[in-house]
């Protein structure tokens, strides 16, 4: 009996250690090392000029992992439906000092329901979501979010637009859902550490959506929504291509410029013109190197297309770089005989 009431002083003082705080979860977004905006031109890692209309997605299974590793469990009560225009969610009041990182899945699971409207029993990815309170965000949606009982909810909801002649104008709608049960379920650990602030906790995670659509051909999407390739490949995503990190996304793709930059001709004997077409990009310079490193020409703040005449005197080779917002987005040799 002493042991025992030991033990409850110790988890008492323990448990009067931590303080209720409001915990916000934020979930900024991002397209590349570009901070999101919705229908504004980006380019993917296939160089292709894209918008992104719409970006909404489901968390379930939410933990907080916080005050040495400690877990708090948060997968009955919390759901949320993301959409790429909202930044801040709130996930309650909770007893945590110090946040030091968040797991979560990207979808809806196949537990039971714990819906007390709902006497079904079904596993909640496939109960009936009328049944849920105004507002929930597993009740119905406008736009819908669900694809019927049998099917479940719509994990991720991807739509935008794409180039697809390379005019740098976008011209065709893509739209990709992935729609399935544990086979779609992705969870998560972010080892975001939790702002204090007063009474509040902010989680700030980096949600890339640019890595989604990694390898996707999206001019041959069309509207592709279940189980298929496109829907496939996009939740597939999600870990190796590190969509959601609790750093900002830095780096810039190798984008594929080659159908918009071009060099005539190459090898050359006296100077060759390289012609480009960026309008998908800004703050455009080209450097010029040698093959020692040696910087050989430089133009700065150039038009986003044009042609640019290269006549070095000595023969030999170089390398010519195209910047964008000081990151280098296509390299190429050039040879002079």
Known sequence: MKTFYSLLLMVGISLSGFSQKNITLNLNPYFGGQALTLNQNYVNDQGKTTQITRGSYYLCDIKIIHDG?????????VYLLVHADTTSYSIGTHNVTNVEGIQFSVGVDSQPNNNPNDPSFNVTNNANPTLWPNG?????????????WSSGYMFVLLSGNVD?????????????????NSQFFTPITVNAAGVNNSNNVDIDVFVNYAAWI???????????HGSGAYPTALINNTIPKSV?????????PEYD??????????????????SYQLSAFDNISVEVFD????????????STSGTIEFSPVSVGSYIYNFISNGSTIHTEKLIKR
């Open 164 to 180: 697809t002649d390379n005019d740098q104008v976008v011209d065709k709608l893509f739209e990709i859902a992935p729609v399935g």
């Open 136 to 148: 929930h965000p597993l009740n119905i949606q406008n736009p819908s979010m669900h694809w019927g």
């Open 214 to 224: 990694d390898g996707i051909q999206l001019e041959n999407v069309n509207t592709s």
């Open 291 to 302: 093959v020692t490193g040696k910087l050989i020409e430089k133009k700065e703040n150039i």
């Open 257 to 274: 410029l080659s159908d918009l930059i071009s060099v005539s001709p190459n090898p050359f004997t006296n100077s060759a013109l390289i």
């Open 69 to 77: 590793a400690q877990i708090l469990d948060l997968s009955q009560d």
């Open 244 to 252: 959601f990190t609790a750093a900002a996304p830095v780096s810039v």
